[in-house]
């Protein structure tokens, strides 16, 4: 099994930044895709921001300009650096990969846990 932990959440005023951070751990065999997303309440999970093994970012209309994400292959993690928050960015923030096991190339959707990222006006 493929395992996400993110870390770096917390609370921080509107313009602030933050980094949060996804390390993949387990029995990992290739890792594909590495993704952001974000629930905030009331509302579905969106798509933040994504990375493919090449490099090739893309990232959500609301957060372009503002967010960067980075990958570290060696390190099987991601990154999410985020600048000038809004107070429309407060959600729990997860991150996802798409993984195979080692031994396999059956790749499927992984999720971490969910780290939390408060903005205050």
């Known amino acids: 099994q493929v395992q996400l932990v993110e870390s770096g959440g917390g609370s921080v005023q509107a313009g602030g930044s933050l980094r949060l951070s996804c390390a993949a751990s387990g029995s990992i065999g290739s890792i594909s895709t590495m993704s952001w997303y974000r629930q905030a309440p009331g509302n579905q999970r969106e798509l933040v921001a994504t990375?493919?093994?090449?490099?090739?970012?893309t990232y959500a209309d609301s957060v372009k300009g503002r967010f960067t994400i980075s990958r570290d292959y060696d390190k099987n993690a991601e990154y999410l650096q985020m600048n000038s928050l809004k107070p429309e960015d407060t959600a729990v923030y997860y991150c996802?990969?798409?993984?195979?096991?080692?031994?396999?190339?059956?790749?499927?959707?992984?999720w971490g846990q969910g780290t939390l990222v408060t903005v205050s006006s």
């Open positions: 996802y990969a798409y993984a195979a096991v080692a031994g396999t190339w059956r790749f499927s959707g992984v």
């Open positions: 990375i493919t093994n090449n490099g090739i970012t």
